[in-house]
């Protein structure tokens, strides 16, 4: 079954079952070059020592701009109904050159 919702654009936008059931990720991993920012999300295992990207989004840069600000706007709207969000160092999130990855994407 798929389910259908308007964006704030009015574009219906339609989220098939399979993808409404979403990928988990404990680890982003984000690179960038002059024309395109890739978010490799990826899931870590306790005890394994290779982890495998589960899902890559490639946007654009004036995308990735709108995504932050989106991100943003929705943390500070779940921080006033929810509480703060703790946040211990930069886990979760790295830079290619963290994990020894060479070049751009």
């Known amino acids: 079954m798929n389910h259908n919702q308007q964006s704030n654009s ?3 936008v339609e ?4 993808v409404a059931q979403g990928v988990y990720s404990n680890l982003a991993i984000i690179a960038h070059s002059s024309s ?3 978010l490799d999300f ?3 295992v306790p005890n394994v020592p290779k982890a495998k990207v589960k899902s890559r ?5 004036e995308h990735a701009k709108r995504l932050l600000s989106a991100l943003t706007d929705n943390v500070n709207k779940y921080e006033k109904q929810f509480g703060p969000i703790n946040v211990q160092g930069q886990q ?3 830079m290619p050159s963290m994990l020894g990855v060479i070049g751009e994407a």
């Open 92 to 94: 979760g999130f790295m």
């Open 10 to 12: 009015g574009i219906e």
């Open 15 to 18: 989220l098939a079952d399979d």
């Open 36 to 38: 395109e920012f890739v």
């Open 42 to 44: 990826v899931r870590i």
């Open 57 to 61: 989004i490639i946007l654009t840069p």
